[in-house]
């Protein structure tokens, strides 16, 4: 569910957003586990920033409402399920259409970081913020390493990672494992390919969505 309006998101009320979790939950037979996207502009993601929810209401305002959503879905999932096989991603610091950011995201990552460590998730995912482009590479800021150190958990960082800067943040403890999106989507074979040091084809992204 995409929300990329300009304005405060409204939160469900817990008996909805509990139905429609617990109807999700029954629907994933023969999956290993869920990831739980509270991410990318999408609703949780929304729910979580500061800029795009100053709302009033038990999911809006303080810092503890706004991740009220999150967790809760996290719980509801992980008792349904289990918490071995619930995962959850966050990208704190992107600031999706200009209107879905946070002013202070590492406190907001911290928070997450604390508060799933509890719940004892498979592992938490994280988007670094948005990369740098230099000529066909990017530069990757690298700013996820206090959120790593308070999850006590799997940790996989995502955000413009080729095969040389996966390989050094597993290298240097700055994560446990690395994610790849766009790489994966133009090469289906990626983990061959960074097996042998074969070339990457160039990803396109007007076939992202389609």
Not at 58 to 76: H, I, K, M, W
Request: glycine residues 10%; contains cysteine; hydrophobic residues 35%.
């Amino acid at each position: 569910m995409w929300l990329g309006q300009a304005g405060p998101p409204k939160g469900p009320t817990s008996s909805v957003f509990t139905a429609q979790t617990l109807n999700f939950c029954f629907n994933i037979p023969g999956f290993d586990g869920v990831e739980i996207l509270a991410a990318n502009g999408y609703l949780i993601d929304k729910l979580m920033k500061h800029e795009a929810n100053n709302g009033s209401d038990q999911y809006g305002g303080s810092l503890d409402n706004r991740c009220r959503l999150a967790l809760e879905v996290v719980e509801v999932v992980a008792e349904e399920i289990g918490a071995d096989r619930t995962a959850i991603k966050l990208s704190p610091y992107d600031d999706y259409d200009g209107t879905i950011g946070d002013t202070t995201p590492e406190a907001l990552g911290l928070y997450k970081a604390n508060a799933l460590t509890r719940l004892g998730i498979l592992y938490l995912h994280v988007t670094e913020p948005r990369m740098t482009e230099v000529g066909d590479n990017y530069q990757t800021p690298r700013c996820l390493l206090p959120i790593k150190k308070a999850f006590k958990g799997t940790f996989i960082a995502s955000g413009g990672y080729n095969k040389y800067d996966g390989d050094k943040a597993i290298e240097e403890s700055y994560a446990d494992l690395v994610s790849f999106g766009r790489l994966f989507l133009a090469n289906p074979d990626l983990p061959k390919r960074f097996e042998i040091d074969a070339p990457l084809n160039k990803y396109d992204r007007s076939t992202f969505h389609i």
